[in-house]
């Protein structure tokens, strides 16, 4: 998806991501079937009125307008178009029965997807009753009904999308929204995520958005989600949101900061759907092209190959696909990658596999020569690279990468001068000790070297101490 212009790219897309066919259409939605359902029944409007819960005003409307032709209802808004939003508005408000509502919301769905330029309707009648648009709605997102929560949130996204430059939504009801969606998102056993997920599909396509996104910590729920286990179309649903992201330059520059690559390269390594290759290939793409600092690029294409993305992108040469965008992202990443292995020292190499979290016994973990002259360097950006070795003992579950960081903490210790103290100070002495009792040997055995290197003075009787076959459990603690 080979594209500086994401308004070009976007603007193939439909306007309503619902609509997009088979790409984006695994199997027709569960708001989609129950919406279908719902529109097939009939709501008895006469009796609301008899019983006074609707004015006379808005049944003449409502009975006119529900179950006209698209043509009818054409007409029957140009003859008074603000009459649509204030009984749309007054019944929502007014009805508490959840048939009645889901019914009412599916109908304004449909009214906004006949004719777009419709949402200005609601704009107009909002402003000339000095209320919000979004807060009629907004509330609605509250109601515990499932299709209730997930049409209004779909009625909303038309809604913000739709709107002209000047009157996008903003503020406390933009965060609200987006809020929302992101804790959808999270919510274990959610039948409707696709359909949340399509609404942010929807909403990142404007930058606007994309900036209130990151702000509510969305890229972070996005990596989190992914990182599970979801099916196929939630995986290319949310890549594609993230590579709607990354077309805003501040946000691919430090989206990698999320861990995106690792997570994106795993899914890509299982994928067996083509979308799925494409869009994360895509994604990729968007993080070496749209970044303006060399070394945030760098950074990207050292850590897409720490990740095996070359031998992934060797393997997806094998086959053939349909998309001629594919073959060009990946001789465009086949190209960047491998030049950034040409200028590739093992200090790059080892920020990189620092950052990424995902440490493992490459080659530079073991090299004397490599912490002789780099020891020093750990405390560069005031002791980043010591502060993360530290959080991962602290958070992760690998006993790889916990082998690994005890490890290489050690040899910080054992090459900088005040390594000890300036660990002590971090807290990760305390973290090394407390990973003496860990359930995994190799943990307790990178745990006590690293203490022993904590604390013995003679680093050169240790070393040669550890040289000798089975010394691991002789090695005295000589206390300084």
Known sequence: MASDNINKVLGT????????????????????????????????????????????????????????????????????????????????GHISKDQT??????????????NKNRVAIFREFARKRRESVWAHFLNLLNRPDGFIQNMTSRVVAKMACWSPPGELMSGSDL????????????????????????????MLRLDDYRHAFVGVDGIATLVSVLSGRVNFQIQYQLTFCLWVLSFNVGVATKLNKFGVIPILADILSDAQKEKVSRIILAVFRNLIEKPEEAEVKKENCISMVQCKVL?????????????????????????KMNASVQDLSSYDEYITEVRSGR????????????????????????YELLKILIQLLETSKDPLVLSVACFD?????????????????LGGKTMVMALLSHDDPNVRYEALLAVQKLMVHNWEYLGRQLEKPGASSQVGIAVA
């Open 311 to 335: 031998k992934q992108l060797e393997l997806l040469e094998q086959r053939k696909f349909d998309d001629e965008d594919i073959q060009e992202d990946i001789d465009y990443l086949n190209d």
């Open 13 to 92: 897309l439909p306007e309503d991501i619902e609509k997009a066919g088979v790409d984006n259409l695994a199997a027709t939605s569960v708001l989609q079937q129950r919406a279908s359902e719902i529109r097939a029944q009939r709501i008895n409007w006469q009796s609301y009125l008899q019983s006074q819960m609707i004015s006379q005003e808005d049944f003449t409307f409502i009975s006119r307008f529900d179950g006209g032709s698209p043509q009818d209802r054409e007409k029957i808004v140009q003859e008074n178009p603000l009459q649509c939003a204030k009984t749309f508005y007054n019944l929502l």
């Open 359 to 382: 440490l493992e016994w490459s080659p530079v973990h073991r090299s004397e020569k490599f912490w002789r002259e780099n020891a020093a360097h750990l405390n560069d950006k005031n």
């Open 409 to 425: 903490l050690g040899e910080y210790v054992r090459h900088y001068q005040r390594g000890k103290h300036v660990l002590e100070q």
């Open 101 to 114: 509502i889901q019914y009412l919301l599916t109908l304004v769905d449909d009214f906004l997807q006949e």
């Open 175 to 202: 965060q609200y929204y987006l809020t929302w969606l992101k804790d959808q998102l999270r919510m274990q056993g959610n039948e409707y995520v696709q359909s949340v997920a399509r609404c942010l599909q929807m």
